[in-house]
């Protein structure tokens, strides 16, 4: 059985509204293993993008426990944090959010500029993760140039980079086509099949049956937590 990356117990996120508090997530209780392939299911308002959140370490609970790899996320610094983010955790968006003026290598080496690595790496890592996702020729070639399923797929090569082991993409085929969508949760399943855990957050019943987990939350807890 692989490891586990992620583990959850009873984990609280709360916020104060006025006099009223809100339980974004209520009691979670939960575990990722090395490769999984997850869907984040749920209504609006049913806590999936405060989970991802959590898990991104770009927010932190109001009580409870979570691990990321054996280490209590609640103990670190914001430097710690910072690099946690940085070299654990590849983010993919719906938006891409990608630099229009930089061509897909220098868009892909950014985080590697942010973890200090020397330029001659820097590009040959990059270089790497454009040619794993099917993109070798078209390195110098910016944004404006590419078809939104290349666009996403830069997107994917740039949390590639530094080689984490947990992927977070959130509504990653929202802006794409269906043949192209089914083209990205291909490659999302290479992916975890070579390691990396991929957890995404959509509201597409179509794109959530390509993983093996599908997670359905509802007002702040976990309504169903199903293997496939």
């Known amino acids: 059985m692989e490891p586990v990356i992620i583990r959850m117990a009873s984990l609280?996120?709360?916020?104060?509204?006025?006099?009223?508090?809100?339980?974004?997530?209520?009691?979670?209780?939960?575990?990722?293993?090395?490769?999984?392939?997850?869907?984040?299911?749920?209504?609006?308002?049913?806590?999936?993008?405060?989970?991802?959140?959590?898990?991104?370490?770009?927010?932190t609970p109001t009580s409870g426990i979570y691990e990321?790899?054996?280490?209590?996320?609640?103990?670190?610094?914001?430097?710690?944090?910072?690099?946690?983010?940085?070299?654990?955790?590849?983010?993919?968006?719906?938006?891409?959010?990608?630099?229009?003026?930089?061509?897909?290598?220098?868009?892909?080496?950014?985080?590697?500029?942010?973890?200090?690595?020397?330029?001659?790496?820097?590009?040959?890592?990059?270089?790497?993760?454009?040619?794993?996702?099917?993109?070798g020729d078209r390195i110098l070639h910016k944004p404006a140039e590419l078809s939104g399923g290349q666009i996403q797929r830069v997107a994917i090569a740039r949390a590639l980079v530094n080689r984490p082991s947990i992927i977070l993409a959130d509504e990653p085929t929202g802006n794409l086509d269906t043949a192209t969508s089914h083209d990205i949760m291909d490659m999302f399943g290479k992916l975890s099949d070579l390691g990396n855990t991929i957890i995404l957050i959509t509201h597409e019943e179509d794109i959530a049956r390509f993983t093996r987990?599908?997670?359905?939350?509802?007002?702040?807890?976990?309504?169903?937590?199903?293997k496939q």
């Open 68 to 135: 990321l790899n054996g280490i209590n996320v609640a103990e670190m610094d914001d430097d710690e944090l910072a690099r946690v983010r940085n070299r654990e955790i590849g983010f993919v968006f719906q938006t891409f959010n990608l630099l229009p003026r930089m061509n897909c290598l220098k868009n892909v080496e950014l985080p590697l500029i942010y973890s200090g690595v020397p330029p001659e790496e820097r590009k040959e890592r990059a270089e790497q993760a454009l040619l794993s996702v099917g993109l």
């Open 12 to 59: 609280c996120r709360h916020y104060e509204m006025g006099e009223q508090i809100v339980k974004a997530l209520d009691s979670i209780d939960m575990e990722f293993r090395r490769n999984d392939y997850a869907a984040i299911m749920g209504p609006s308002g049913s806590g999936k993008s405060t989970l991802m959140n959590i898990i991104g370490c770009l927010d």
């Open 213 to 226: 987990r599908i997670i359905r939350l509802r007002d702040g807890r976990i309504e169903s937590d199903e």
